[in-house]
């Protein structure tokens, strides 16, 4: 099976390749337009800025082949909300893959004496509703980083709180994407990842 | 709910684990990568690693650390130690870490925040600070606890926050070593003074100082090292420990 882990000026693109690894899976690290359309599963992962990623993607047209994909492709993170229509983050228009916008999380929406942001730490999924979730239980514990989050809707297939309930994974025809860490979150997330492979 | 965050932390000298008391007295405590693997099955949430030699020849063996940790463990880790520049910090994420920390270059050249939070997001970049309580207040200091500034720890905290980090590390040098707990005053201080979340560090010795420092003390994490190296404190035990506290916690 070949794997492609879609390359582009974010972090922690190793980091997916070193869990596929462990699970296995050789990944090939590529921005080629024809070895990421002809890979068997694609995964677009990455922690960073939004504008400045969607301005390196759209300067190589990588955008352009992230949404004319048709086989499963799974978004990280960062990946998760350049799937979206647009991000607060740089105010920046991204792949319109899920129609739904990113935001900031908010001081005053807070939990009791303020939130922190970024999120950062361990939080749970539930509401899970997706074979990528086959065998996860509800509750589970994954590792968030971020400051911005995608709100509830009509593709979202996991939920979690953080000052409100929001959407930590989305999914919309072939098209996955997880906003915790799956590479960074022990054994649960390798299972999550594993689940991807198998789609 | 996000959880409170049990961290390990590995001081690594020419490759290997390293522990001291009140930062001297050096001693050997194992393989870095044999041990952070099982602080991973142990259910460590998170781990620190702070290089303490952190001179430039040895920066490349850092680097080969970094990554052969990256491969074998699958829970995020730090690395901190030394590090000076945003081409330090590019080589070290390259490598497989999730953050870098930095402590007495970020105090010389503040702007080396900016510069990390801009290029590689607020997100990986914690901002460690060792105090100390002195003349009737909380002062920081710099390398490695050698070197006081007259500058206050809590202005220091928010104008790094300010700057962009995007996490506080606090290591209480007054505490640390002595197993005698948490330095509760300053982290409450710190943790309400800014808006992102503050790891402390510096005298853990019993599992109801760990209680203490996330109730009484305010802190997101927990950092320690030779309660855990030494085994005096298993990390499943004290998870179950503070569940029974009422402490979100992940188990």
Same mark, same amino acid.
């Given at each position: 099976?070949?794997?492609?882990?879609?390359?582009?000026?974010?972090?922690?693109?190793?980091?997916?390749?070193?869990?596929?690894?462990?699970?296995?899976?050789?990944?090939?690290?590529?921005?080629?337009?024809?070895?990421?359309?002809?890979?068997?599963?694609?995964?677009?992962?990455?922690?960073?800025?939004?504008?400045?990623?969607?301005?390196?993607?759209?300067?190589?047209?990588?955008?352009?082949?992230?949404?004319?994909?048709?086989?499963?492709?799974?978004?990280?993170?960062?990946?998760?909300?350049?799937?979206?229509?647009?991000?607060?983050?740089?105010?920046?228009?991204?792949?319109?893959?899920?129609?739904?916008?990113?935001?900031?999380?908010?001081?005053?929406?807070?939990?009791?004496?303020?939130?922190?942001?970024?999120?950062?730490?361990?939080?749970?999924?539930?509401?899970?509703?997706?074979?990528?979730?086959?065998?996860?239980?509800?509750?589970?514990?994954?590792?968030?980083?971020?400051?911005?989050?995608?709100?509830?809707?009509?593709?979202?297939?996991?939920?979690?709180?953080?000052?409100?309930?929001?959407?930590?994974?989305?999914?919309?025809?072939?098209?996955?994407?997880?906003?915790?860490?799956?590479?960074?979150?022990?054994?649960?997330?390798?299972?999550?990842?594993?689940?991807?492979?198998?789609? | 709910?996000?959880?409170?965050?049990?961290?390990?932390?590995?001081?690594?000298?020419?490759?290997?684990?390293?522990?001291?008391?009140?930062?001297?007295?050096?001693?050997? @405590?194992?393989?870095?990568?044999? #041990?952070?693997?099982?602080? !991973?099955? $142990?259910?460590?949430?998170?781990? *620190?690693? &702070?290089? %303490?030699?952190?001179?430039?020849?040895?920066?490349?063996?850092?680097?080969?650390?970094?990554?052969?940790?990256?491969?074998?463990?699958?829970?995020?880790?730090?690395?901190?130690?030394?590090?000076?520049?945003?081409?330090?910090?590019?080589?070290?994420?390259?490598?497989?870490?999730?953050?870098?920390?930095?402590?007495?270059? @970020?105090?010389?050249?503040?702007? #080396?925040?900016?510069?990390? !939070?801009? $290029?590689?997001?607020?997100?990986? *970049?914690? &901002?460690? %600070?060792?105090t100390k309580f002195?003349?009737?207040?909380?002062?920081?200091?710099?390398?490695?606890?050698?070197?006081?500034?007259?500058?206050?720890?809590?202005?220091?905290?928010?104008?790094?926050?300010?700057?962009?980090?995007?996490?506080?590390?606090l290591t209480s040098m007054n505490n640390d070593?002595?197993?005698?707990?948490f330095a509760?005053?300053i982290?409450?201080?710190?943790?309400?003074?800014?808006?992102?979340?503050?790891?402390?560090s510096g005298g853990?010795?019993?599992?109801?100082?760990?209680?203490?420092?996330?109730?009484?003390?305010?802190?997101?994490?927990?950092?320690?090292?030779?309660?855990?190296?030494?085994?005096?404190?298993?990390?499943?035990?004290?998870?179950?420990?503070?569940?029974?506290?009422?402490?979100?916690?992940?188990?």
């Amino acid at each position: 099976m070949k794997i492609a882990i879609i390359k582009y000026n974010a972090g922690n693109i190793r980091s997916v390749a070193f869990a596929l690894e462990r699970i296995g899976i050789t990944p090939i690290i590529t921005d080629d337009a024809d070895e990421i359309r002809s890979a068997d599963k694609v995964i677009f992962p990455g922690v960073g800025e939004a504008s400045s990623a969607m301005k390196y993607l759209s300067e190589r047209k990588l955008d352009e082949v992230i949404i004319s994909l048709t086989q499963p492709v799974l978004g990280i993170c960062l990946g998760v909300q350049l799937m979206c229509n647009f991000s607060e983050e740089g105010n920046i228009k991204c792949l319109g893959i899920f129609n739904q916008d990113v935001k900031k999380f908010s001081q005053t929406e807070g939990v009791k004496g303020g939130l922190k942001i970024p999120q950062i730490g361990w939080n749970t999924i539930s509401d899970l509703k997706s074979p990528l979730f086959k065998n996860i239980k509800e509750n589970s514990y994954m590792y968030f980083v971020h400051s911005y989050f995608v709100e509830l809707g009509e593709n979202t297939i996991a939920t979690t709180n953080y000052g409100i309930n929001y959407s930590s994974a989305l999914n919309k025809d072939n098209f996955y994407a997880v906003q915790f860490h799956t590479e960074k979150s022990s054994d649960v997330g390798q299972n999550i990842l594993e689940n991807f492979i198998k789609l | 709910m996000l959880t409170k965050r049990i961290i390990p932390c590995l001081d690594i000298k020419d490759g290997r684990t390293v522990k001291g008391v009140n930062f001297e007295n050096i001693r050997d @405590a194992g393989d870095p990568v044999e #041990l952070a693997i099982n602080y !991973a099955k $142990q259910g460590a949430d998170e781990l *620190v690693f &702070l290089d %303490i030699t952190a001179t430039n020849e040895k920066r490349k063996t850092l680097s080969e650390l970094v990554t052969r940790i990256a491969k074998h463990i699958n829970i995020p880790f730090t690395v901190g130690g030394g590090i000076s520049s945003v081409e330090d910090v590019s080589v070290l994420l390259n490598a497989g870490a999730d953050k870098i920390s930095v402590n007495t270059s @970020a105090f010389k050249n503040p702007q #080396l925040i900016n510069d990390l !939070a801009n $290029q590689f997001g607020s997100q990986c *970049v914690v &901002l460690a %600070i060792d105090t100390k309580f002195e003349g009737g207040d909380w002062f920081v200091y710099l390398n490695g606890g050698r070197v006081k500034t007259e500058t206050k720890t809590i202005d220091w905290a928010k104008q790094g926050v300010a700057l962009g980090a995007g996490e506080i590390l606090l290591t209480s040098m007054n505490n640390d070593g002595t197993k005698d707990g948490f330095a509760i005053d300053i982290t409450k201080a710190v943790s309400e003074a800014v808006n992102v979340p503050v790891i402390a560090s510096g005298g853990a010795g019993t599992m109801e100082h760990f209680s203490d420092i996330f109730t009484s003390g305010k802190a997101d994490a927990a950092l320690a090292a030779s309660v855990f190296h030494y085994k005096e404190i298993g990390i499943p035990e004290l998870k179950k420990f503070l569940k029974t506290k009422n402490i979100e916690i992940r188990i």
